[in-house]
Structures are given as structure tokens and as C-alpha cells.
């Protein structure tokens, strides 16, 4: 017998028809309630992981967006990707970012652009931007330009290899140890004139109760009238045509870091090693090599013909940065012949016959010591003058010369006929005297002027008349807050750059 049939013997056969069906209905009711509550509580819980799965692809694409902004003109040009932070108007501000930042936010979380959206498609999730900050950025123009070196040498490690900083150093250290760089031979030399000619006038016995007045001609008065002159006049066929560009330095960056009036990130500095610094800073300058123009190798609409001799010298205008440079380099090659010079017995020879016959004509042996080293400097600077001219017309040097890398004879050198033709030769190249120079140089100081070059030639271009490079992130942390009309709330924070 089964349990219907025990109901209908207890109560008649109407009551048990009804009490069985309300004892169905019970248990249907709770049933359904268990299922809905199932079903609900599986729908919130997909509401939730899809708002929440939206927010995280909704601000890597949000972040991505602003960083797809990077100014083109600065990637064009000097291959730096950086967000500008004034998008073409004269104000840089982080809040300009940031409103960027939510625009597309609150695109990607709204459905206005797809088809019939209203009819076709729900708001599953329901989300809304309540807030949207930049944390922390960073900006190229951080730590005295520091982002900006490791940015530059980043963007050229690849294509350059470790040998050419080897040799760099060779360089360098010969530089060093020969006092290279010192470049006081044009003072000492100033000196042993006004020494030789303190004889000139003079009085002297030549015979009892006879007297003589000296007549002193240096031998090398006519290399002195030509140094007077400059050394673009005697290594350069026309002075007048040199660039006349100059470069108003008053509001470009490298005067703003020194008034303190530039904006600033606040993200930490990694420290780096001696090593790690050494092959950055040389990396950095290989970097300024390709992107910014030289003698010889100008860049098409730059601020200035000659942006590397810039970073050296300083100076406002073309014309005296390259002079500057070649007044250097000038030194630097008469103190490495006058070295080649001292060290060949046959050259110090012809210097010692020349002095001594001078002084036998006037009889004034003891002025012997003062002409040699007079005609010694003369003759060095004379084939200096020829070692600028080679390299300004893209021929090479060596560091320190031999018989065979040796070209003025003694008397051509002082009769100062500085004007031949230059001709091929092995050694150092204009470029290589430029790297020499930087990598003497404090490398905050090329860093400042560096992106001196980068604001003025980005400000020469269409609509970045008032592009400032401190106002360029190239890394930005953001922290969004996004809520949902059925009361859920969601925080986060994430970070995006280009290294």
C-alpha cells in the first residue's frame, strides 16, 4: 500500500485529494526559491566578475590610449616616445592627462557606438567612472635630465656596439697621460715672445768699447700674424658663409632648471653602477651623434647647423661654437706634436740649426734655449693648423703623429704658408675629437643643452611653438575608481610606460 493510499483510509477521499496537492505545493515553493536564490545569486556573482574583468581591460585600454598620444614630432625627430602633457596648448598639467585618461575610459564602458545599442544590447554590468588620477608620473626632464640620457640611450643600444667605447677610453687615456687636454702651448709660447723680444733694443758690446743695438727678428713672427687672424680664417676657404644661426637660450629648458622653474615627477630614481653610468653616458652620446647635426653633417631645420659643437661649447651662435671646437682642437693637436716633435732627433735637430744660426747673427748665443722652444711651438702649431683643416674637410688625425703622419717641413712651417690642400690620412675623425670632448665634459651640462636642441627644434615645427620637454611623461601610474548603478564600487591601480 502506498502513501497516497494510507492518506485516503485517514481522511475521506476529497480532504486527501487536497491534502496531498497543498503538500506538493510546499515543496514545489521551497524548491523554487532554493533555484532562484541559485540563479540570482549566480547572475550577481557573473555581474561581478564580468564589471570586474571590464574595469581591468577597460583601464589597460584607457592607459594605453593616453600613451598612443606620444607628440610625433619628438618620436619623428630624436626617436623618443613621450605623452606631452599640454596637447598643443601653452599649458603642461598632469589634469590635462587625466581628463584624457577618462575620456576614454568612460567610452570603452559605455555602449552609445554599437548598432542599435538601445534595442540589441544591455548594460550587463552597469559601470561608471567616479574618479581617474595620475599617481605618480614621470617626466624626461626628471633628476637634471637623467630620464631623458637613459631614454636617448635606450632608444640606440641595439644598434651600437661596445668596441667603439674601448677604444674611446684608449683614447681618452693617451689624452690623459700626454697632458693633452691642457693645451697651454699657445700660452708658452705667447711667453717666450715677449721673452725673445725683451731682447730686441738691447744694447750689447760687441767689441771693446763698441756697441751694437739688437735687431732681433723671431723666426716665427709670422705664425703668430697668422694665429691673430683665427682659426676659421686659416682652416675654412670662406669665413663669411659659416651658419649665422643663433640660439635665444632664455626660455629653453637648460635656463628653466636653473631658475628652478620646471614641472617635476615624483617617480624614484634607480640607482645605476660606475659601470652601468660609463656604458649609459656613452650610449647617450652615440645617441646625440645620430640625432643632432655637426659640421659637416647638418640637420635639415634644426635650431642650430651645429648642434653637437652646441653641446660642447655653449655658446648662443653657430659661428662661435665652432670656433670654440676648433680652437680646441687646435691645442689639443699642437700639444701632441709638439710631443712628436721633442721625441724626433732629426725635427729637434733642424729646430737647434735654425736657432743657433739666428743667434750667431745677432751674437747672442744665450737666446739659443728661448728660439728653440719658440720655433719648437711654432713648427707645432703650424702643423696643427693643417690637422684642423683635414678634419673639418672629414679627414682623420692621429693622436700622436709619426714620421709618416708628419706633413709640414720646417721651413714651410715658418714661412707660414698654411694654405695646402689636405689629403687622406689614418687616425681619429672629426666625429671621434667630438665624442673625446663630451665625455671629458660634465655630462649634466651636455644633458642640459641637449634637450636645449630638442625644445628649440621641436618649437620650429607647426603647432609646438610652445612645446616645453617638461611637460613629456614617459611613464605614468593611475588610480581609477569605478562604480556600478547596481551599488558595486572597484578600485585600481596600475602603471604603463614606454621602457
Not at 35 to 62: F, K, P, Q, W, Y
Not at 76 to 100: I, M, P, W
Amino acid at each position: 500500500m502506498g502513501r497516497r493510499d494510507e492518506y485516503c483510509m485517514a481522511f475521506g477521499d476529497r480532504e486527501k485529494e487536497q491534502l496531498y496537492n497543498a503538500y506538493l505545493t510546499v515543496w514545489v515553493a521551497l524548491c523554487l526559491s532554493i533555484i532562484l536564490s541559485l540563479c540570482l545569486t549566480l547572475i550577481d556573482g557573473a555581474r561581478r566578475n564580468c564589471a570586474r574583468m571590464e574595469v581591468e581591460c577597460v583601464t589597460e585600454i584607457g592607459l594605453q590610449s593616453i600613451l598612443a598620444e606620444y607628440h610625433r614630432e619628438l618620436m619623428r625627430q630624436y626617436n623618443l616616445f613621450a605623452v606631452d602633457a599640454s596637447y598643443g596648448t601653452a599649458v603642461c598639467s598632469k589634469t590635462n592627462t587625466e581628463e584624457h585618461l577618462r575620456y576614454y575610459l568612460e567610452r570603452n564602458l559605455g555602449y552609445e557606438d554599437l548598432f542599435l545599442s538601445g534595442f540589441w544590447h544591455k548594460d550587463f554590468p552597469a559601470l561608471f567612472v567616479k574618479q581617474a588620477e595620475l599617481k605618480r608620473v614621470s617626466i624626461l626632464t626628471d633628476y637634471g635630465g637623467a630620464v631623458f640620457r637613459r631614454r636617448a640611450a635606450e632608444a640606440i643600444e641595439a644598434d651600437v656596439g661596445l668596441e667603439l667605447l674601448q677604444k674611446l677610453q684608449d683614447w681618452m687615456q693617451v689624452m690623459e697621460v700626454n697632458g693633452l687636454e691642457e693645451g697651454t702651448q699657445a700660452q708658452d709660447k705667447k711667453e717666450l715672445d715677449e721673452e725673445i723680444d725683451s731682447y730686441d733694443g738691447m744694447t750689447v758690446e760687441i767689441k771693446e768699447n763698441e756697441w751694437e743695438i739688437l735687431d732681433i727678428s723671431n723666426p716665427t713672427d709670422g705664425l703668430e700674424e697668422k694665429r691673430r687672424k683665427g682659426i676659421l680664417k686659416l682652416v675654412l676657404e670662406d669665413e663669411e658663409e659659416l651658419s649665422q644661426k643663433v640660439l635665444n637660450l632664455e626660455n629653453l629648458i637648460g635656463s628653466r632648471l636653473q631658475l628652478g622653474q620646471v614641472n617635476s615627477g615624483n617617480v624614484e630614481r634607480t640607482e645605476q653602477s660606475d659601470a652601468e653610468q660609463l656604458i649609459e653616458r656613452f650610449f647617450f652620446q652615440e645617441y646625440l651623434l645620430r640625432y643632432m647635426g655637426r659640421y659637416g653633417t647638418e640637420k635639415e631645420g634644426a635650431a642650430l647647423d651645429w648642434q653637437i659643437e652646441y653641446l660642447i661649447a655653449g655658446n648662443e651662435s653657430d659661428a662661435d661654437n665652432l670656433r670654440s671646437v676648433a680652437n680646441r682642437i687646435c691645442a689639443v693637436r699642437e700639444a701632441a706634436n709638439a710631443i712628436y716633435l721633442l721625441t724626433d732627433e732629426t725635427k729637434m735637430s733642424e729646430i737647434r740649426m735654425a736657432a743657433e744660426l739666428v743667434c750667431t747673427i745677432i751674437t747672442l748665443p744665450e737666446l739659443i734655449p728661448l728660439l728653440e722652444a719658440a720655433i719648437l711651438l711654432g713648427w707645432a702649431y703650424a702643423e696643427s693648423v693643417y690637422d684642423v683643416k683635414s678634419l673639418l674637410a672629414g679627414g682623420r688625425i692621429p693622436l700622436l703623429k709619426d714620421d709618416e703622419s708628419w706633413h709640414y717641413g720646417l721651413t714651410a712651417a715658418l714661412e707660414g704658408e698654411l694654405q695646402e690642400e689636405t689629403q687622406e690620412g689614418e687616425g681619429l675623425s672629426y666625429e671621434d675629437y667630438l665624442r673625446i670632448f663630451m665625455m671629458f665634459a660634465d655630462m649634466d651640462t651636455i644633458t642640459a643643452r641637449a634637450m636645449d636642441m630638442v625644445e628649440a627644434d621641436i618649437r620650429k615645427t607647426s603647432g609646438n611653438t610652445a612645446f616645453r620637454l617638461d611637460g613629456c611623461y614617459d611613464y605614468v601610474e593611475a588610480y581609477i575608481q569605478i562604480g556600478s548603478r547596481h551599488g558595486y564600487e572597484y578600485e585600481i591601480t596600475r602603471q604603463k610606460g614606454y621602457n
